[in-house]
């Protein structure tokens, strides 16, 4: 029995070695490819991965060691809270915290500021308190002092001991840095301050953000939060701090799934390019290893044997992607940031780490896709029958069980009904595995539409061409493609998978970008906008401050606004309340409305009209007509949905309600933005130039509508920049797959070249007759490519994106964009199939078909 495995083992070496010697650019092509695959993959899950462990971490370190948090569902709650729930039983400490995002003047970003009480902070949240110089130690009690973190100091280009200029609305807060935090995460960006000093500079009197609890040894957390939120009542939220890492989950959730599962679009595409490979190795060994099963190799060890061809391409792959994807993401983390342009994690400069678990699944991920390339070649050469297979000329009966339709139409069903499954999770995964399932299928159906196509094509060509004569190219061309549709399904299997992603994605990110462009159009209705720079949570724009724009010369109408957080579900992110001037009659002028609106007449006195976003009715269920309550100004108020609008901003939800509405519920005057329309004959610029002038006029951010669109699509360009990597990874795949599938092809073809070379065809034809067969199926892929493409782009636009995102879009194909692409595959292709083939017809013809019986 050691003798035997021995043997085998040997066997197992020479038929490896030869292989590798015989072919090893295929081989390095499926290595190459599957790299390519799961480095991306790995590439994007450790970013991902990195930046979500780190601000989840920067948002955990803000809440230090509660083991509950008192928030409102609006953003501040009454301090008069604060010593009842310092005082109450089983309570050990209380820390009151202020909160708030601070403007700061020429800067696109707020800075977060902590307002602490240091003496019961140091007990919760030790690492967030100020580091005084030990010269004025009650530096940390001082009204203006500020105390900010290494990259804080770096971003406000300040130090200890300087000076450092914040924003309240449109007034200037001087402070003094007095030192440092204890302990702040690297990239973030807080200052820290008294919380009475916050209070009293950023006009937040009486106000609090939250209120950090310890309890006493003994308590149970959940009965005491059960409690005390029965006792406070609906409109303040009592939860657990881990409710936070939940929160900043499910906001980037979407992003992070979505961004994985493109990164192994390439991966997926890859494993059509191994089993192409493959089976086209397969068959063309198919003598070789008949030889083998006549000489006594069994069926299993054969089955082994092409298994452990494909694990070990698997293999080296697999590990040449994580060293790629590794650097890869390093790189992009030093120089790129770390949110691959979603915005989801700002503020964070998160390092790469090796994480096994994700590095293990990956490798399996490498290693099954090659196997699961090999898998059906490997069968179908251990049930090859011996006596036949030593033949030439039954490659194809090889292939014949490809043309079975049923498994590819089963493919295509159960696709098509995944279409109408719901998400899991707030994840379109059913969205995903339906794109997966189409996209197998339609390749699967590829041999019996070949031969369909292929073979109708081939007679009529030899009706048209009875009177004037045939090319004989173009008939020989045709024959080979009708008579052998497996040989031909396999060569076209890359082509048609790679263009197919291509044209989903392609139609997906075009249909996205007009629409969020004729969004823009129909939102940005006024000539010019001002709002108070990054104003955060503080201050705004004052009533006097509102009638000196409007009173500004050139100035004919102006529109303000005032933006503002609620929270209707302690599980979920705050959702974004907007008051605004909205005409009740006719909403659609100001907001992209998706469906019917309520007349005025339809909603009572005592009913305040809302506008909710499409996030609103996916997330909460919001319907038009439906009456509820809101938590916005004093309990008791009734409102009523209004009418469902699109906003491609807050994938978490948003309100809109009248400014005056808003200003009679809550007693709140200011404006954070207001849209200004000019008069007749007035310039922008010199509009600008008045308000400029204005006392607060230095505080204030001017942009016009172009400036606002130009920004937001650099903005969309720069999210997407990954999904045009993966269209051009496709595009390269696809090559290679013709490149690897028509170099085997032909040199298994070596006995049908020589035969034509003794019965008059030229070199030159032989090589016109590949680049025809390659043109002809490059076509057909491409034709069977923009279908499934189609189809495909069809679920994501309206299914996937939907259930990811909350939002709709409008279908747009970008056809001069497919159609150049389509031309760059089909070039590409012929001339890949041309240069693939000038070995295999280099060789003479006697010795090309003297192996021939």
Not at 761 to 787: D, N, P
Not at 789 to 798: C, D, N, Q, T, Y
């Amino acid at each position: 029995m050691t003798a035997r495995v021995a043997a085998h083992r040997m066997l197992s070496r020479w038929l490896l070695g030869a292989q590798w010697r015989s072919h090893r650019g295929r081989a390095l092509v499926a290595i190459v490819t599957i790299a390519l695959g799961v480095g991306l993959g790995y590439a994007v899950q450790l970013i991902n991965s990195a930046a979500f462990n780190e601000f989840s971490a920067a948002a955990r370190s803000l809440s230090g060691q509660a083991d509950l948090q008192v928030r409102g569902v609006q953003p501040f709650i009454d301090e008069r809270l604060y010593p009842m729930l310092a005082m109450r039983a089983g309570v050990a400490v209380a820390s009151p915290v202020l909160e708030v995002d601070v403007a700061v003047p020429k800067q696109t970003a707020p800075l977060k500021v902590l307002g602490i009480d240091v003496f019961r902070a140091k007990r919760i949240a030790p690492d967030l308190t100020g580091v005084p110089s030990p010269q004025a130690p009650l530096d940390v009690l001082s009204d203006d002092a500020i105390f900010l973190s290494p990259a804080a100091q770096q971003w406000l280009h300040t130090g200890v001991g300087l000076k450092v200029e914040l924003q309240n609305g449109t007034s200037p807060v001087p402070l003094r840095v007095a030192g440092g935090v204890v302990r702040a995460l690297p990239g973030q960006r807080i200052g820290v301050m008294d919380i009475a000093a916050v209070q009293s500079r950023f006009g937040m009197q009486g106000r609090l953000t939250r209120i950090d609890l310890q309890l006493a040894r003994g308590v149970d957390r959940e009965a005491f939060r059960l409690a005390l939120q029965d006792e406070l009542g609906a409109r303040i939220v009592v939860a657990e701090t881990r409710d936070i890492e939940s929160r900043t989950d499910r906001l980037s959730r979407a992003y992070r799934i979505n961004m994985n599962v493109l990164a192994l679009v390439a991966l997926f595409t890859g494993a059509f390019l191994v089993f192409s490979t493959q089976a086209a190795g397969v068959v063309r060994r198919r003598a070789q290893f008949a030889m083998l099963r006549v000489l006594g190799m069994t069926r299993g060890h054969l089955v082994r044997q092409i298994l452990f061809e494909g694990a070990l391409l698997g293999v080296a792959g697999a590990v040449l992607g994580i060293a790629l994807g590794f650097a890869v993401a390093a790189i992009a983390l030093r120089f790129f940031g770390s949110d691959l342009g979603g915005g989801y994690f700002p503020g964070v400069q998160p390092r790469v780490r090796f994480e096994p678990i994700s590095t293990a699944v990956f490798l399996a991920l490498g290693i099954g896709v090659a196997l699961a390339g090999t898998l059906v070649p490997a069968f179908e050469a251990a049930r090859a029958r011996p006596a036949p297979a030593l033949k030439a000329g039954s490659e194809e009966a090889a292939l014949s069980p490809l043309s079975t339709p049923w498994p590819a139409l089963l493919c295509l069903a159960v696709g098509a009904a995944l279409t109408q499954s719901p998400p899991i999770d707030d994840a379109p995964f059913a969205g995903y595995a339906s794109v997966a399932l189409l996209l197998i299928g339609g390749i699967a159906l590829m041999p019996r539409l070949t031969a369909i196509m292929f073979g109708a094509a081939s007679a009529s060509y030899a009706w048209l061409r009875r009177e004037r004569g045939r090319s004989a190219v173009a008939t020989l061309a045709l024959a080979r493609l009708a008579n052998a549709p497996g040989q031909a399904s396999i060569a076209m299997g890359g082509v048609l998978s790679s263009f197919t992603l291509i044209v989903a994605m392609a139609i997906m990110v075009a249909s996205f970008r007009l629409s969020v462009e004729n969004w823009l159009e129909h939102l940005l209705s006024a000539d010019v906008y001002a709002r108070v720079a990054a104003s955060g949570d503080t201050g705004g724009l004052t009533p006097d401050q509102q009638a000196r724009i409007v009173a500004t010369k050139g100035v004919a109408h102006a529109a303000f606004s005032r933006a503002s957080q609620v929270t209707l579900d302690a599980s979920k992110p705050p959702v974004a309340l907007i008051a605004r001037e909205i005409d009740g009659a006719d909403p659609g002028a100001m907001l992209q409305m998706t469906g019917a609106t309520l007349p005025p007449e339809a909603w009572s006195a005592d009913e305040t009209p809302v506008w909710a976003s499409e996030a609103m009715a996916d997330l909460y269920g919001y319907r038009t007509g439906q009456r509820l309550t809101l938590p916005i100004g004093g309990a008791g108020e009734h409102f009523v949905v209004a009418g469902i609008w699109r906003d491609y901003v807050r994938q978490t939800g948003a309100l809109q309600i009248r400014l005056s509405d808003y200003r009679r519920l809550t007693g709140d005057m200011g404006a954070t933005d207001a849209a200004i329309t000019l008069r007749a004959g007035v310039s922008a610029g010199q509009v600008i130039a008045a308000l400029k002038k204005l006392p607060f006029g230095d505080a204030l951010e001017f942009s016009q509508p172009g400036d606002i669109r130009a920004r937001t699509l650099t903005i969309f360009d720069r999210s997407f920049a990954v999904t045009y990597l993966l269209e051009a990874v496709a595009i390269v795949i696809g090559l290679f797959g013709v490149a690897a599938t028509f170099s085997v092809q032909t040199l298994a073809r070596s006995r049908e070249f020589g035969m034509l070379r003794h019965v008059g065809v030229t070199k030159k034809q032989i090589l016109a007759l590949l680049a025809s067969e390659g043109g002809l199926l490059t076509m057909l892929g491409i034709a069977m490519g923009c279908v499934l493409g189609f189809a495909i782009s069809l679920i994501l636009v309206f299914i996937v994106n939907p259930q990811s995102f909350h939002w709709t879009m409008s279908l747009h194909i970008p056809w001069t964009l497919l159609l150049v692409i389509g031309c760059v595959m089909l070039v590409s292709s012929c001339t890949t199939a041309v240069l693939a083939g000038r070995r295999a017809v280099s060789v003479d013809a006697v010795r090309a078909v003297r192996e021939d019986w």
